[in-house]
């Protein structure tokens, strides 16, 4: 509710907690939907390598628990791919 009011630096502390939680009693697909939500977060607060980094532990925790589709879809598309430089 946070992040969608335009509040994303406060969101971060929620999704914190949301993911602390989730540990404590071993719910990972929870752990994964506030860690994407924490990435989501943090892109818009313009924290792009933590977003990827956010994004990357959500999808782990995600297809380890078996989520829907479209969840682990949308933490592929915050990671986003990685281009070569040159």
Do not use: F, N
């Not at 989501?40 to 989520?67: F, H, K, N, P």
């Amino acid at each position: 509710v946070r992040a969608a009011g335009g509040d994303p630096a406060s969101a971060r502390r929620y999704y914190a907690e949301a993911i602390s939680e989730g540990r404590d009693i071993g719910a990972e697909r929870e752990q994964g939907l506030a860690a994407l939500g924490m990435g989501y977060a943090e892109m818009e607060l313009g924290d792009v390598t933590t977003a990827r980094r956010l994004a990357q532990i959500a999808i782990d925790l995600l297809e380890r628990s078996e989520a829907p589709a479209d969840e682990v879809m949308s933490a592929r598309t915050l990671r986003g791919d990685e281009k070569e430089v040159s």
